[in-house]
């Protein structure tokens, strides 16, 4: 199940990893204008995020309980590095949980992907009404969204682009 996003999740992880491979640890919190998400959330958040679709498909989370208070929604970014973990802990992080989430989601039937989830949150509840619908965003278009975030970052930040196009 779901193979054409795996396919795109892992895609999406090889891009996260060209983005942030030549970020040096100590820049990830810079923050180069207000309200510009820096790859230290970012890179937390997306691995927070593995731990909430691993959750959606009956899996305990991984991830430490104060990454998802500092990153989850609504939290707000801080310019402190040290608020945050390590590039090395966080990129490993988002691997380990994106294949948990690639591999819990290959298992899962399609009763499990069509149970209603119970998120509160409008847009959420609204738009990805099932299990199966909420992991699919989590794996493509909410990853896209912050990883666009991140290549808005390193144009700030005087970085290239990582496509070769």
């Known amino acids: ?9 892992g895609i999406m992880l090889g891009l996260c990893k060209r983005q942030t ?3 040096d640890d100590s820049k990830l919190a810079d923050l180069p204008a207000p309200g510009v998400n820096h790859p230290a959330w970012i890179l937390t958040h997306l691995a927070i ?7 959606l ?10 990454w998802h208070q500092r990153c989850g929604p609504g ?17 490993a992080a988002l691997e380990a949980g994106q294949a948990r989430v690639s591999e819990a989601v290959g ?3 399609e009763e499990d992907l069509s149970k209603l989830h119970g998120v509160p949150m409008a847009f959420v509840r ?5 299990v199966g619908d909420l992991v699919a965003h989590l794996m493509t278009t909410h990853t896209g ?8 970052w390193r144009r700030m930040m005087g970085l290239p682009g990582v496509l070769e196009i």
Do not use: W
């Open 75 to 91: 939290s707000q970014l801080s310019s402190e590095r040290s608020f945050y973990a390590s590039k090395h802990d966080l990129v």
């Open 21 to 23: 491979n030549d970020i």
């Open 57 to 66: 498909l009956g899996q305990a989370p991984k991830c430490p309980r104060e």
């Open 145 to 152: 969204y912050h990883l666009g975030q991140l290549a808005i």
């Open 126 to 130: 609204n738009s990805f009404p099932a």
């Open 1 to 9: 199940m779901f193979e054409r996003e795996r396919k795109l999740y």
């Open 107 to 109: 298992r899962a039937s």
């Open 49 to 55: 995020c593995t731990d909430f679709a691993c959750q």
